[in-house]
């Protein structure tokens, strides 16, 4: 599984002009199942995203988590993070998981986010949604549990297509 995570000031996603959710400081995180992903992957990846040192200490330092300081975690699923670009001007979608596959592990992570943090908000799997975000610092980071090589980042075959909150997510 992947994870595209924003720390952020504050960040929210609408469906149809609804608030769907929303958070203040915390962090933003895009999800993708990609093909042979595991129910392990999803718990592996959560707890990488809970316990990433991405918020600053006294000192200014990267050392605390999201839970060591209370913030939120808005989950929007975003299957375009499997894109393959390697070839071509379109890209192609062959390596994310297929639709209810990634359904089951997009509310499996929720969950289990869900019962594992005190804020937790969401998009709306497979709907068209609008993401606003304020990105603290700016700080992005990439995550990636599963057969591919860990935390490597998108590989050549597995480039995202605009990594930024313009891009569609889903």
């Known amino acids: 599984m992947l ?3 924003q720390r952020v000031s504050e960040a929210s996603v609408r469906v149809d002009g609804e608030l769907t959710g929303e958070i203040g400081p915390g962090l933003l995180v895009f999800v993708c199942a990609e093909r042979g992903d595991s129910d392990d992957d999803a718990a592996r990846l959560l707890q990488r995203v809970l316990r990433l040192r991405c918020f600053g200490d006294e000192a200014g330092r990267m050392n605390r988590s999201v839970q060591n300081v209370g913030g939120g975690l808005l989950l929007v699923s975003q299957f375009t993070l499997a894109a393959d670009t390697s070839s071509g001007n379109r890209p192609g979608f062959s390596l994310a998981a297929a639709p209810d596959e990634a359904r089951r592990l997009y509310e499996l992570f929720v969950a289990r986010a869900r019962d594992a943090h005190p804020r937790v908000a969401t998009g709306v799997f497979g709907a068209d949604m609008k993401v606003a975000l304020v990105n603290d610092g700016p700080v992005t980071l990439w995550l990636r549990t599963g057969s591919a090589t860990p ?11 605009g990594a930024s909150a313009s891009a569609r997510a889903s």
């Open 3 to 5: 994870a595209l995570v």
């Open 151 to 161: 935390d490597a980042g998108p590989s050549s075959a597995a480039a995202p297509v």
